[in-house]
């Protein structure tokens, strides 16, 4: 896994850059602005809401990319190695679900 060196990139921006770490709430607040910032892209571009014009222009992987920073800032300062996490998260998932997707006449 590479994001380790994600995470250390980021934390020399912080620390060259953005003076400090906000603190966890803020970057919380932060984190769900951001979210609600791609879910208004999605809902107007894939779901049934029409694009407005000021929409039109905003950069979906852009958005993307700004809860990403913000998810690692917050691991950064809890002290989450994002590797560590992704394994065990993807290990737990494969093990609960390894059948129930496949089995789900939904996706069928």
Known sequence: MELSKTQQIVDDWIKKYGVRYFNELTNTAILMEE???LARIISR???EQSEKDSDKNLDLADEMADILF???CLANQTGIDLDDAFKKNIKKKTTRDHSRHVKN???K
């Open 35 to 37: 979210v609600g910032e």
């Open 70 to 72: 913000v998810l690692i």
């Open 105 to 107: 006449k939904k996706l």
């Open 45 to 47: 571009r894939y779901g």
